[in-house]
């Protein structure tokens, strides 16, 4: 009686300790899934981070051409102004050219009509001065001659006077007419003089306004090209960052059910430090179980010394004896999500061509037998930080 009293309470004691023992931890697909989520999600951070930063310097070199664009648009209303002061001097111009050519027409006609004149007044004077060179003297020795009386050679006397005042009229009329001709011919070259000026301005009109189109259009039509192409690299970053942002909050919805799945391996865990367990003699091994176990052994720790081999196989057995997992090798191995080469396909490929070392099959026998190196543990992983080992076998840590 007092036999069984003592190991009864060896067996409680046994309990108590490995459940004072036990960290709460995960599993290691599962911990391996919440610090990929929590990097992949730091990444996207950092991208969104990023990402934001390249807006923010978007955002302000638009405000820059925008500002540039508004001293061009005021530049530009000062060309409106320009252009506008030049067509008005251009139509006034043009208007002064019309004007100019109708007085240059109007000149021209009244310098035809001054030399007209004058040759009509030359002519008048060569028949005078021919007459007088051929007939004057007898006319007058004639008129004396043949005068009646004193009264009568007075008045031819007066008609001579007056065909010589006739004379000196037409001489001035000559003269008066070739001054006006050449004041005329005067007047039509100062004109045509003017009118080569006011073309050469009128010139220096237009060259100004396409100079003033050009001088500020340009760098409007390119800050505007800039402004679009920015507002396209601002369209396209804040699409990208809405992704991130998206992306993001999907990360966190996964971590969050990779915490809620660590929180029920942590349970499971606490489940199994405290739950029956049965003596490896109780277990029926089936036809395959070794090879199923010295495959898994090989997948998990193929790379691992002996002692590594032993322990993984030492899990697998101390969950086939905990009343919480399955009860066979096979249930053990193929449980949802728990072994990852399982989901991985590596262990089917492993099974296929029949990786498994004589040391896996070694290691597989032994704990088969009833060997544990790691107590009851039930979980095992890579070192990573925040997880408490019981036992740290190779590259492995157990609990």
Same mark, same amino acid.
């Not at 310097?57 to 820059?64: F, T, W």
């Not at 009128?202 to 003033?212: A, F, G, H, I, T």
């Not at 905990?322 to 949802?336: A, C, E, K, M």
């Not at 089917?348 to 026998?365: I, K, P, Q, V, W």
């Given at each position: 009686?007092?036999?069984?009293?003592?190991?009864?309470?060896?067996?409680?004691?046994?309990?108590?300790?490995?459940?004072?023992?036990?960290?709460?931890?995960?599993?290691?697909?599962?911990?391996?899934?919440?610090?990929?989520?929590?990097?992949?999600?730091?990444?996207?951070?950092?991208?969104?981070?990023?990402?934001?930063?390249?807006?923010?310097?978007?955002?302000?070199?638009?405000?820059?051409?925008?500002?540039?664009?508004?001293?061009?648009?005021?530049?530009? +209303?000062?060309?409106?102004?320009?252009?506008?002061?030049?067509?008005?001097?251009?139509?006034?111009?043009?208007?002064?050219?019309?004007?100019?050519?109708?007085?240059?027409?109007?000149?021209?006609?009244?310098?035809?009509?001054?030399?007209?004149?004058?040759?009509?007044?030359?002519?008048?004077?060569?028949?005078?001065?021919?007459?007088?060179?051929?007939?004057?003297?007898?006319?007058?020795?004639?008129?004396?001659?043949?005068?009646?009386?004193?009264?009568?050679?007075?008045?031819?006397?007066?008609?001579?006077?007056?065909?010589?005042?006739?004379?000196?009229?037409?001489?001035?009329?000559?003269?008066?007419?070739?001054?006006?001709?050449?004041?005329?011919?005067?007047?039509?070259?100062?004109?045509?003089?003017?009118?080569?000026?006011?073309?050469?301005?009128?010139?220096?009109?237009?060259?100004?306004?396409?100079?003033?189109?050009?001088?500020?259009?340009?760098?409007?039509?390119?800050?505007?090209?800039?402004?679009?192409?920015?507002?396209?690299?601002?369209?396209?970053?804040?699409?990208?960052?809405?992704?991130?942002?998206?992306?993001?909050?999907?990360?966190?919805?996964?971590?969050?059910?990779?915490?809620?799945?660590?929180?029920?391996?942590?349970?499971?865990?606490?489940?199994?430090?405290?739950? +029956?367990?049965?003596?490896?003699?109780?277990?029926?091994?089936?036809?395959?179980?070794?090879?199923?176990?010295?495959?898994?052994?090989?997948?998990?720790?193929?790379?691992?010394?002996?002692?590594?081999?032993?322990?993984?196989?030492?899990?697998?057995?101390?969950?086939?004896?905990? +009343?919480?997992?399955?009860?066979?090798?096979?249930?053990?191995?193929?449980?949802?999500?728990?072994?990852?080469?399982?989901?991985?396909?590596?262990?089917?490929?492993?099974?296929?061509?029949?990786?498994?070392?004589?040391?896996?099959?070694?290691?597989?026998?032994?704990?088969?037998?009833?060997?544990?190196?790691?107590?009851?543990?039930?979980?095992?992983?890579?070192?990573?930080?925040?997880?408490?080992?019981?036992?740290?076998?190779?590259?492995?840590?157990?609990?």
């Amino acid at each position: 009686m007092r036999g069984v009293r003592k190991a009864a309470v060896l067996m409680t004691l046994v309990l108590l300790l490995g459940l004072a023992t036990v960290t709460v931890q995960a599993t290691e697909e599962t911990r391996q899934k919440i610090n990929q989520a929590e990097q992949e999600k730091r990444e996207t951070e950092s991208k969104l981070d990023e990402t934001e930063d390249r807006l923010e310097g978007l955002n302000e070199q638009k405000d820059s051409l925008q500002g540039t664009l508004t001293t061009l648009n005021t530049e530009l +209303s000062q060309v409106s102004n320009n252009l506008s002061d030049l067509e008005t001097k251009i139509a006034d111009k043009e208007t002064e050219i019309d004007t100019l050519n109708g007085k240059i027409d109007q000149v021209q006609a009244e310098l035809q009509e001054a030399i007209q004149l004058k040759d009509e007044q030359y002519e008048t004077m060569k028949q005078q001065i021919k007459f007088m060179y051929e007939r004057s003297d007898y006319l007058y020795l004639e008129m004396f001659l043949s005068a009646g009386s004193f009264s009568d050679f007075l008045n031819r006397n007066n008609y001579i006077e007056q065909l010589s005042a006739y004379q000196q009229k037409v001489l001035q009329e000559y003269k008066d007419a070739q001054a006006q001709m050449e004041a005329k011919e005067e007047e039509l070259q100062l004109a045509l003089v003017q009118l080569e000026e006011d073309k050469e301005e009128l010139d220096d009109y237009k060259e100004q306004v396409v100079v003033e189109q050009n001088r500020v259009a340009g760098l409007v039509n390119q800050t505007s090209s800039s402004i679009n192409a920015t507002a396209a690299q601002i369209s396209e970053a804040e699409a990208q960052a809405l992704a991130y942002e998206k992306q993001i909050k999907e990360q966190e919805e996964n971590i969050t059910v990779l915490k809620a799945k660590l929180a029920e391996e942590i349970r499971m865990a606490e489940l199994a430090a405290q739950s +029956s367990w049965r003596d490896i003699s109780e277990v029926s091994f089936a036809e395959g179980d070794r090879y199923l176990l010295a495959n898994l052994i090989y997948c998990e720790a193929g790379g691992e010394p002996y002692a590594g081999k032993v322990a993984v196989g030492s899990v697998v057995i101390n969950r086939v004896l905990s +009343s919480v997992y399955p009860d066979t090798i096979t249930g053990v191995i193929y449980q949802n999500k728990q072994f990852s080469p399982v989901a991985s396909g590596r262990l089917a490929l492993a099974l296929t061509e029949g990786r498994a070392t004589s040391d896996c099959y070694r290691a597989a026998d032994e704990v088969m037998s009833g060997t544990t190196t790691v107590g009851n543990c039930v979980y095992f992983r890579t070192p990573v930080d925040g997880v408490t080992p019981k036992y740290t076998i190779g590259g492995h840590i157990f609990y």
